[in-house]
C-alpha cells in the first residue's frame, strides 16, 4: 500500500496540518503582517492537505503513485499565491489519475480547474481582496473532490480520522 507524501518527517494525520500552520505563519510574517495575510494563508493549507490526503486514497485504490514526486522548493515560504497555484495544478494532476483507474472514475473522475491565474508568473502578486477570492473560487472547485475523497478514505485507508484537516 502506498502512502503518497506521508513517509520520512511528516505523518499523516498531524504532519500535514502542522506543516500547513508552520507555512501559513511563516507566510503571514513575511507578506505584510496582517490578519488576512495569515488567514488566507491558513486556507490554503487547507486546500493543500484536502489534495495531498486525496492523493493517499487513489494511490491506495490503484496500487500506485498517482502523481510523480514534485520537485522541492529551495525556500519553503514561496508565498501564498504561488502555494494556491501549486495546489490547484496538482489537484488537476490528481483528477487526471483518478480518471485513469476504473473503480475511481464514479467518485473522483472531475474536470480539471483552470482559472485565468494559473499560469501568471510566480514573483506576480495580487491584493488581499482578489486573492481571497482566488482560493475561495479554488475551495468551491476542490471541496466537492474532497468531500468524495474523503468518504473513500475512511474506508479505503480503515481511517475514522481521514477526514479532519486540523
Known sequence: MMKGRCSGLWPCR????AFALY???ET???AANSD???VLS????????MVSKAE?????VAGQAALPEAAEADDVNEGTLQTLREVVR???RLTDAACRVESLQADLCTRQYKPDWLDHRPGERYDESRLQAMIGAASAAIRPFWDKACKRGTSVLADEH???LE
Not at 42 to 49: D, F, K, N, S, Y
Not at 56 to 60: A, G, R
Open 14 to 17: 498531524a504532519g500535514w496540518a
Open 23 to 25: 507555512v501559513a505563519a
Open 28 to 30: 503571514a510574517g513575511h
Open 90 to 92: 496538482r489537484y488537476n
Open 42 to 49: 491558513i486556507e490554503v493549507g487547507r486546500l493543500e492537505t
Open 56 to 60: 493517499d486514497v487513489i494511490e491506495t
Open 162 to 164: 481521514f477526514c479532519e
Open 36 to 38: 488576512l495575510d495569515f
